[in-house]
Nanobody, 124 residues
Framework: QLAESGGGLVQPGGSLKLSCATSGPAPIFDVYAIAWFRRTPGKLREGVSCISDGGTKYSDSVKGRFTISRDDAKNTVYLQMDSLKPEDTGIYYC???????????????????WGQGTQVTVSS
């Protein structure tokens, strides 16, 4: 099971770094693909970024501003968020989305295992 942390209140243009870590028996991040999603006001769910041994993927709305990375020794995946905008406000979640590679349709699949999420608020 994964647990998210690192959210908070930040002004537009600011930065935050989210963490996604195991809280139970450790998944092997070099085998499993991990993705970040967010639930923003007015939207059901939006894909943000995905990381696997095969590479990384970003949604068009965050490309160039967000960077996903992982530390296998710490069993943690990070989401560095820069140049934040008010429309980035929402609850951010991470989840396992597959093995070895981020699926082509990663943003559209259904996933069963979600944590509590971490709130990100971008406001002046």
């Amino acid at each position: 099971q994964l647990a998210e942390s690192g959210g908070g209140l930040v002004q537009p243009g600011g930065s935050l770094k989210l963490s996604c870590a195991t809280s139970g028996p450790a998944p092997i991040f070099d085998v499993y693909a991990i993705a970040w999603f967010r639930r923003t006001p007015g939207k059901l769910r939006e894909g943000v970024s995905c990381i696997s041994d095969g590479g990384t993927k970003y949604s068009d709305s965050v490309k160039g501003r967000f960077t996903i990375s992982r530390d296998d020794a710490k069993n943690t995946v990070y989401l560095q968020m820069d140049s934040l905008k008010p429309e980035d406000t929402g609850i951010y979640y991470c989840t396992v989305v597959g093995r070895y590679n981020c699926p082509v349709d990663v943003w559209n699949r259904e996933y069963d295992d979600w944590g509590q999420g971490t709130q990100v608020t971008v406001s002046s």
